[in-house]
């Protein structure tokens, strides 16, 4: 079946590490994306990518770090920088097109302590 | 940048009752998305919308481009049925979604 599989599901750090969030996708998508969920605030944008090797930052991208190196794969990576880590992460893809559907993973709770 | 508004932003209402959550958005749009996410924070896709009106089940969604408008209509409702229910919008490029903050579901047995 085809989907977008993030992992862990959750994830623990102490402070000042970095912690890489993985997203793998097997739906052929171009763009990828990572948003992030704080209690009583919308999804917002991290960084995205329309076609491997490029990416773009989104509205809140400080501290966060991406590559993409394969089009199945866009990790995101929580750098010390990042002042309020704790949060849940969402990833998400779909074709580049007007009116593609968007598709998403689970994704990750990090708690960091 | 677009301004995605839900209403209401918390509902509580008894098993078997018809569900109306809404959204407004403030420029306009490809596409408009309607997600449901678990306590567990998976996001499940319900609809993606364009224009009209859009039924799957007990849902239904239905979109206005010229109010900027949609709603999401649950019939018969069900205590599985409890859930955040997320409107998303979309504009016209691949720069992602704008999403609204969640309306929290919850149907009483």
């Known amino acids: 079946d085809g989907g977008i599989t993030q992992s862990p599901k959750y994830l623990f750090r102490k402070e000042g590490q970095n912690v890489t969030l993985s997203c793998e996708q097997n739906?052929?998508?171009?763009?990828m994306y990572w948003y992030r969920q704080d209690p009583g605030q919308g999804l917002r944008l991290i960084y995205y990518s329309q076609i491997v090797n490029d990416f773009q930052k989104g509205d809140i991208a400080e501290g966060y770090s991406v590559s993409r190196e394969k089009k199945e794969s866009f990790p995101l990576t929580v750098t010390s920088a990042q002042k309020n880590p704790t949060a849940f992460y969402l990833c998400a893809s779909s074709m580049p097109r007007v009116g593609d559907e968007a598709f998403f993973g689970q994704g990750t709770r990090l708690t960091v302590v | 940048k677009n301004e995605v508004e839900q209403s209401p932003q918390n509902l509580t209402a008894q098993e078997g009752e018809f569900i109306t959550i809404n959204c407004s958005y403030s420029v306009g749009i490809s596409a408009l998305h309607w997600l449901q996410q678990h306590p567990g924070g998976g996001i499940v896709s319900l609809f993606m919308l364009s224009s009209g009106k859009k039924k799957h089940g007990r849902l239904i969604a239905t979109i206005n481009i010229q109010e900027k408008h949609s709603s999401l209509h649950i019939t018969a409702s069900h205590p599985r049925d409890s859930a955040v229910y997320i409107c998303a919008v979309r504009g016209g490029g691949a720069d992602g979604l704008t999403f609204g903050k969640g309306t929290h579901l919850i149907i009483q047995p």
């Open positions: 739906l052929n998508h171009d763009a």
